[in-house]
């Protein structure tokens, strides 16, 4: 049986995460490969119902970090682990980097209490922390995501925050890649194409694919 293998795609609202994900889970799959696919706030019928109120009801940041880690407990322990005990590779659209950089950079929330909610929230019996083997972070000017996102879907309580609000959330994503390798930073600012082909090569440099599988 394979090894599970933990991948999360991370980014700023609009800069294409999405566009890429059935083409990672094809990959997978085309290389015998179980995928889960997943994402957060969700996952799990309590995570989504969490969910729907971080996104759509106003509410101090604390309430905030609290649910979006809330809903992260419930879809680790009943989700996301479980996949990967049974070797699955587990696809999942934003982990906790999304928490450090919307609620810390972007709303300006304590980092430290988040680094605290953090260990509470992905300690593993060994006492490691459960982290994605591999954060796709896709990389993109704000100003062009919100060109992106304009007129293509009704936008969230993030979605209609000004350009100003994803700058800051873009630096909290910079700031959480130089501190921890297992960051890939994905240069969004190009065709969907281009775009895919730094996937595939970043998934190869990091021996997540073989030849046989491209
Ligand atoms: N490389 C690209 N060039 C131009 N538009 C793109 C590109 N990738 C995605 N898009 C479009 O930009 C919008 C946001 O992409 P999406 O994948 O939904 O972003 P995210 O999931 O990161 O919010 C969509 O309308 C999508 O079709
Ligand atoms: C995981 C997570 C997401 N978010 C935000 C980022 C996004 O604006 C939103 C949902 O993400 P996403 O699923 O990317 O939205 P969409 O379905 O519209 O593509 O939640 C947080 O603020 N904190 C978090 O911890």
Redesign the pocket.
């Known amino acids: 049986m394979s090894a599970g293998l933990f991948l999360s795609l991370e980014g700023i ?1 609009g800069a294409g ?2 566009s890429h994900i059935d083409a990672l889970e094809a990959l997978f799959k085309a290389a015998g490969r179980q995928v889960t696919r997943t ?4 996952g799990t019928p309590l995570a989504e119902t969490l ?1 729907t109120l ?2 759509n009801e106003a509410m101090d940041p604390l309430t ?1 970090s609290l649910l ?1 880690f809330a809903a ?1 407990r419930d879809h680790v322990v009943q989700v996301i682990e479980p996949a990967l005990a049974r070797g699955d590779v587990v696809l999942c ?4 980097d ?2 450090f ?3 810390g950079a ?1 709303r300006g929330f304590d980092q430290a209490v988040l680094a605290t909610l953090e260990r509470w929230v992905q300690a593993r019996d060994d006492a490691a922390l459960l982290q994605p083997a591999l954060t796709l972070w896709f990389d993109l000017p704000p100003e062009i995501a919100a060109e992106r996102l304009a007129g293509a ?1 009704l936008p ?4 209609s925050q000004p350009v100003e609000f994803f700058r800051r959330v873009a630096s909290g994503y910079a700031a959480r890649a130089a501190e921890a390798p297992r960051f890939a930073r994905i240069d969004a600012n190009r065709s969907r194409e281009q775009v895919w082909a730094q996937v595939e090569a970043v998934l190869a440099e990091r021996g997540l694919i073989g030849r046989h599988t491209r």
């Not at 994402?39 to 969700?42: L, T």
């Not at 659209?93 to 906790?96: I, L």
């Not at 969230?156 to 979605?159: H, I, N």
């Open positions: 609202d995460k999405s994402r957060e706030p969700g969910r971080v996104l905030e979006v992260r659209d934003r982990f906790t999304a928490t950089a919307y609620q972007g879907r969230d309580k993030f979605e």
